[in-house]
């Protein structure tokens, strides 16, 4: 009886602690990052007319032999859960983004991989699995008026950023 009660509560919790997304954002308060790629002094960023405060936050982080490299550029903090709408406003221009919940790719492959789908038990009904899209904002296109489909991709965004901050 003894080995049962114990068998039941270990699987108990390992399907409760079992979440990569719940894990991942537990600090984050429900908010996700939204990194400014190439943000210009002076850029002030604001969202239902709040103005929001522009931080300093890990984008990439790459792992070395002697530890890990972190990248860290500016970004702004908004639910992860509810659609937003963004302005960015700097040298006079002004620009508008809008920014959608979808599902971090990332965690589900985690999930799968560390928890053999377990995790998603509990981050799909809590909506840990989600994150905001786009999550690198190119804004010198997005001030100079150009469509999302003329940003640079996702991905050259954040190869160069790493460039830029590993010069300087």
């Known amino acids: 009886m003894k080995n049962l009660l114990f068998i039941a509560a270990t699987a108990f919790l390992a399907l409760s602690l079992n979440s990569c997304g719940t894990i991942l954002n537990a600090k984050k308060k429900g908010k996700t ?29 790459t792992g070395k032999e002697h530890g890990a490299i972190e990248y860290h550029t500016n970004c702004v903090r908004l639910p992860r859960k509810k659609k937003a709408t963004i302005t960015l406003s700097a040298g006079g221009k ?11 790719g990332k965690i589900v492959v985690v ?58």
């Not at 002004?94 to 971090?104: G, H, I, N, R, S």
């Open 33 to 61: 990052e939204v990194f400014l790629i190439d943000a210009p002094a002076g850029l002030s960023v604001s969202s239902n007319g709040e103005n929001l405060s522009i931080e300093s936050d890990i984008f990439a982080a």
């Open 94 to 104: 002004t620009a508008t983004v809008a920014l959608k919940p979808k599902v971090w």
């Open 111 to 168: 999930d799968a991989l560390l928890t053999a789908g377990i995790g998603w038990w509990v981050d799909i009904p809590t909506g840990n699995i989600l994150t905001l899209k786009p999550r690198l904002i190119d804004v010198p296109a997005a001030l100079a008026g150009k469509p999302k489909s003329q940003w640079r991709s996702q991905g050259k965004l954040k190869r160069q950023e790493k460039r830029r901050i590993k010069k300087g």
